[in-house]
């Protein structure tokens, strides 16, 4: 069976999935697409042969409709996601889940009213092969118990007009507080933002940020945000154990010796860096909804990192540490 995909959102991120589902994975066709803007769905429409819907309620009504791909921005996923729930069709929703948790919340209660999961988040770290092999050597004992996770995640550059001081928690840490709590396998218990010299590139932008999560078993995760490094896009990360280290490799597949120097090279964007991961998520969403079902980072990973990233709104602006409360997980997100 080949399952019958509706896109909604045509922008940056709606396109990249359209080209993989359409020119790279098995298993999936794009039959329909949705955008705000007409347009920009037209054209996305035009390679996979899709039909072009004005709204989000059309597309999912459609008999062709077998499951819904939502790439629009956050605070238009719930009024997606809700009707896609009740026709019974599967949803990946790219991050965040919503960016405010009371949605969060009413789309938990939705799918635990249907009793089986039937949501994939898009937070694409726990595909990329470094991460899991971070994950793997962690599980297999090698360092002994981890004490700390120290990440870094740096952009070149961001829009100067549409990138604000928030956004490095709510927009961009949402990726490494998905790692802390999957790697660790914990809940993040409180956290602390802080922000000291600004990089005068942003202006105004409140840039780097430095965060501390603690998790609730005690672990300090720590998270460098710095967005107009210039260099390129740099992730790392580090679980520092009890017998020793386990740090990401260099993203760049080969080390250039020539003259007298070493180099390789550092991905321009989070698409060059998550490329094989954007990959192995939406090949593994195909595979679990062609079967009905969900796999991967649930709703209940995307509630819990839109709680953290509020706490840690309120800690950039007040400097003090604050708790992150959650509810309790329900049964189908054991
Ligand atoms: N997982 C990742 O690494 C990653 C990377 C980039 C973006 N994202 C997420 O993907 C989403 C889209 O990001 P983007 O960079 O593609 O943004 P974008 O602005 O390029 O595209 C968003 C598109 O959604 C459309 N849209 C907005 N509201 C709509 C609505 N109610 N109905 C239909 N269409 C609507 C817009 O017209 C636009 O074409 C965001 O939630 C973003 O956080 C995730």
């Not at 520092?240 to 964007?269: H, Y």
């Not at 709703?299 to 509810?327: C, F, N």
């Amino acid at each position: 069976m080949t399952l019958g995909i509706g896109v909604i959102g045509t922008g940056m991120i709606g396109q990249d999935h359209i080209r993989r589902i359409t020119d790279v994975l098995a298993g999936g066709r794009v039959v329909a697409v949705a955008d705000a803007d007409r347009s920009r769905a037209e054209t996305a429409a035009e390679k996979p042969s899709a039909t072009v819907h004005d709204d989000a309620a059309s597309l999912i009504a459609a008999p062709e409709v077998d499951a819904v791909l939502i790439c629009s921005w956050g605070p238009a996923h719930e009024e997606a996601i809700l009707p896609a729930l009740a026709a019974g069709k599967p949803v990946f929703c790219e991050k965040p889940l919503a960016p405010k948790q009371d949605a969060c919340l009413r789309i938990i209660d939705a799918e635990v009213k249907l009793g089986r999961r039937l949501i994939q988040v898009g937070f694409m770290r726990r595909y990329d092969t470094a991460y899991r092999a971070l994950k793997e050597t962690l599980a297999a004992g090698k360092v002994g118990a981890p004490l700390m996770y120290h990440a870094a995640h740096r952009n070149a550059s961001v829009p100067a007009d549409l990138y604000t001081s928030d956004m490095a928690i709510s927009d961009t840490m949402v990726h490494d507080i998905d790692v802390a709590r999957w790697l660790l396998d914990d809940e993040v218990a409180r956290v602390r933002v802080m922000a000291g010299r600004r990089n005068s590139v942003g202006g105004d932008l409140r840039d780097p940020i430095f965060s501390v999560m603690e998790m609730q078993g005690g672990v300090l995760a720590t998270v460098e945000i710095s967005v107009n490094i210039g260099y390129g896009y740099d992730i790392r990360g580090e679980v520092s154990g009890e017998t020793g280290t386990i740090e990401l490799a260099e993203a760049n597949p080969v080390v250039l010796k020539a003259g007298d120097g070493f180099s390789g090279r550092v991905p321009a964007d989070w698409r060059e860096r998550f490329i094989d991961a954007y990959d192995r998520e939406i090949a593994a969403w195909i595979e679990a909804a062609s079967a009905g079902g969900a796999t991967g980072p649930s709703a209940w990973d995307g509630y819990a990192i839109t709680a953290v990233s509020d706490a840690g709104l309120r800690a950039a602006e007040t400097g003090e540490a604050v708790e992150v409360h959650l509810v309790d997980r329900p049964d189908i997100y054991a």
